[in-house]
């Protein structure tokens, strides 16, 4: 019985409220963590990520491949068009179609050839990096330090997923099957995330 009421009196303290700090202050490096968790903790930006790797485990793994390297150009390339490009209104229509776009090709099992896979990998790529870097603007943080974050989160997430998906794809028949459900869900969800952030009112 005391191991429950232990693991009670834990998980009540755990959701007791507490004061919370949107970048690591004092700290020589926490602008960089600021960048990382940014991204990390956006979880329709992790699962446009996890639909990117869907999609490259369709692909042969030739193909797919260039996904990794395409990837981190895209974050780069977002992260620095903000310096130069004035913000939109919104980003969520754009985070939204990295969603869905890629969640339609994988329903589909389109075979894309190499420019088609760097092609969407740019654009997942670009869309992330794009909207992590609008938040340097609303924060003050040390913007090369928090943009190496950025992109250094969204690769090693990016990397992982592909190849944990690529991986997983031979492992099973139904494999193929599941991936595509799994896309259908995503793909479904971002066509949502898309409708609701273009026809709600700006507040």
């Known amino acids: 019985m005391r191991p429950a009421i232990g693991l009670f009196t834990v998980l009540i303290a755990l959701m007791l409220p507490q004061p919370a700090a949107a970048h690591l202050v004092g700290e020589e490096f926490g602008d960089f963590y600021a960048g990382v ?42 992260i620095c068009t903000t310096l130069v490009v004035a913000p939109p209104a919104s980003m969520d229509p754009a985070v939204a179609a990295s969603l869905f776009i890629p969640g339609i090709i994988g329903v589909a099992a389109f075979r894309l050839r190499i420019f088609g896979v760097v092609l ?7 869309v992330l990096g794009f909207a992590n870097g609008l938040s340097a603007d609303e924060v003050p943080v040390d913007w090369l330090l928090y943009a190496s ?26 494999t193929p099957l599941a991936e595509r459900v799994l ?21």
């Open 183 to 203: 896309c259908s869900w995503f793909a479904a969800a971002g066509a949502i995330f898309f409708a609701f952030s273009v026809t709600a009112p700006v507040l």
């Open 120 to 126: 969407l990998a740019l654009a997942v790529g670009g």
């Open 149 to 174: 974050g950025v992109i250094v989160a969204g690769t090693s997430i990016g990397t992982w997923l592909i190849s944990l998906a690529t991986v997983v794809n031979g492992l099973r028949s139904w």
């Open 37 to 78: 968790l940014h991204l990390t903790l956006a979880i329709e930006q992790v699962v446009a990520l996890l639909v990117l790797g869907l999609v490259a485990a369709m692909q042969p793994r030739e193909t797919a491949r260039w996904m990794l390297l395409a990837l981190p150009l895209g974050l780069i390339a977002g």
